[in-house]
């Protein structure tokens, strides 16, 4: 059975990256995965022309669910608010790069929707998972 | 002498061989079914299948007997006076919420205290506090010790102020806390209040007898004793239980319905509106008899075998932090513990990768986890088809967990 603790997630759970708080921040969500208490808060900066200039997500959790975190930062640093709300979730998966069981992909994707919801300012569970 | 290997052999799951072999440490949430379970179930449905309580034909006959047969075994085994005390649900949660529902709704007013404590499964604690909400009724919870016990003064403390109803669990499903249940039910009692047992993490276990404990309520589900899933008991004093209205309407529940109104059976139909599993109650009756046959005082002493080994093993990790009551006193085969550096579900994912399947998570068991300062913990739990091989595997998983995440 191939071990979905690849280098990659242990190198990002142990040493993430963009981890800590933005002061000020013109984005932030938090929310947690009741299934397991993991929780991912993230924090956004964006200049004037909607470019994402800094990022900072916090939270504890399962190594998937801190590693997909530390990923999705820095694939967002530098893309246009209007690139990320448009984002699919394959392309964090895709970083991943594991084969997730259901439960899982649910800690995979928290950052994820945590971003999406930080950006629409609400909760996008319907739009995700429609 | 315990033959926990030979045990092993009856559970055609735990026999499917494969590499890694399946070392099944998560029957506190479901147990695995033996042969003659499975053989219960399928002749059941081979032999007798029909609805119950209706059917004047040999089939419908043999069903009925075969569902109320069970149900006076259940009474026998933990000792109820009558089968009407029997009271067949889909499971724990269903009966503890029946509870809640019917006595509750009927007893509970504005301003009343309803005793639990910070321990419980969500399923011995939700249903009280929703009714508690509905009408008005505060809910306090009995702290726990440093040891995993409940802190006996909190719980006279509250007594003190007379709580209208007790519920709590007679064995934790985190910690294995063995509960005095007798001595508290002898205290609530006195305090003028109903008690309501949650059984399902000890029934399996151990043997329970409802009039020696004195209890008014005590809920057990068939799935974590062996039996099938999707059914459970209620065992509720007669007195009581006829003083409540009914949980749900519907066939078998009535005397007499005309548009105008329906007057209720007597129990314990008057709680079992609709067609019941029939099969599963069989399914139930098998595994007592299974159970029964192993013995529960070898049951007990094979399980505290394996649980203080895995509890002393665990503890001697660097790194690894056990919770609950010490392997040297009378507790469960419930072993809960957390690993520096590794989240539980990562730990619980590592040992997976080895075949030995383990629960990680808040157990349905939130304000516990909040009382212990953690977010979520690993569970091994032992049953009786378990082996101190199995303690091996699990140890060498969380080492090699360690290993890992180092």
Not at chain 2, 124 to 150: H, K, N
Request: glycine share 8%.
């Amino acid at each position: 059975m191939d071990s979905i603790y690849r280098e990659n997630i242990l190198e990002h759970s142990k040493r993430p990256q963009n981890k800590g708080h933005l002061d000020p921040y013109d984005y932030a969500f938090e929310d947690t995965n009741p299934l397991c208490g993991d929780e991912v808060r993230i924090e956004l900066r964006v200049d004037d022309s909607g470019t994402v200039t800094d990022v900072a997500f916090d939270g504890q959790g399962c190594a998937i669910s801190q590693a997909s975190a530390s990923m999705l930062t820095e694939m967002i640093l530098g893309m246009h608010v209007d690139e990320i709300k448009a984002m699919p979730k394959e392309e964090l998966l895709e970083e991943v790069g594991i084969e997730l069981s259901p439960a899982r992909l649910k800690c995979a994707l928290l950052s994820f929707n945590v971003l999406k919801a930080s950006l629409y300012g609400k909760a996008v569970d319907e739009q995700l998972h429609s | 002498m315990f033959d926990a290997a030979a045990v092993k052999r009856d559970f055609p799951i735990l026999n499917q061989g494969g590499a890694p072999p399946l070392t099944f440490l998560d029957s506190a949430a479901s147990s695995q079914k033996p042969q003659a379970v499975i053989d219960a179930l399928v002749n059941y449905y081979t032999t007798i299948n029909s609805n119950v309580h209706r059917g004047v034909y040999k089939l419908a006959v043999a069903a009925d007997h075969a569902y109320d047969g069970t149900r006076e075994h259940v009474a026998r085994f933990i000792n109820a006076t009558s089968p009407d005390e029997i009271v067949f649900t889909r499971g724990t949660t269903e009966a503890i919420n029946l509870v809640a529902a019917t006595w509750g709704r009927t007893n509970l007013r504005e301003g009343d205290l309803v005793v639990s404590t910070v321990m419980e499964h969500h399923s011995c604690f939700v249903p009280w506090q929703m009714i508690a909400l509905e009408v008005g009724a505060r809910i306090e919870a009995v702290r726990i010790t440093e040891s995993g016990e409940l802190d006996q003064d909190h719980y006279r403390e509250l007594l003190s102020q007379n709580p209208k109803v007790v519920a709590f669990t007679q064995v934790s499903n985190v910690l294995g806390t063995i509960n005095p249940v007798k001595e508290m039910t002898a205290q609530a009692h006195a305090a003028g209040a109903v008690v309501c047992i949650d059984a399902a993490q000890s029934v399996p276990h151990m043997a329970v007898d409802v009039q020696d404990l004195d209890v008014d309520f005590l809920a057990f589900s068939a799935h974590k004793m062996l039996g099938p899933m999707g059914i459970g008991v209620l065992y509720g004093k007669r007195s009581v239980l006829e003083s409540m209205p009914p949980y749900q309407g519907g066939g078998s529940m009535i005397r007499k319905v005309t548009l105008e109104k329906t007057t209720w059976a007597d129990i314990p139909s008057r709680f079992e509106a609709g067609t019941p599993s029939v099969g599963d109650v069989v399914g139930l009756g098998a595994a007592i008899d299974y159970l029964q046959d192993l013995g529960y005082a070898d049951i007990a002493r094979h399980e505290h075998e394996l649980a203080a080994a895995a509890i002393i093993r665990l503890s001697a990790i660097p790194g690894v932090t056990v919770y609950g009551p010490p392997a040297d006193v009378a507790r469960a085969g419930v072993v809960s513990f957390v690993v520096d550096g590794v989240h539980p579900h990562d730990v619980a994912a590592l040992l997976d990768e080895r075949g030995v399947a383990v629960r990680a998570g808040h157990h349905c068991a939130q304000p516990l986890m909040k009382a212990l300062g953690v977010t979520a913990t690993t569970r091994a739990s032992f049953y009786v088809y378990n082996t101190i091989d199995d303690v091996d595997r699990l140890i060498e998983g969380v080492e090699y967990a360690q290993r890992v995440f180092a």
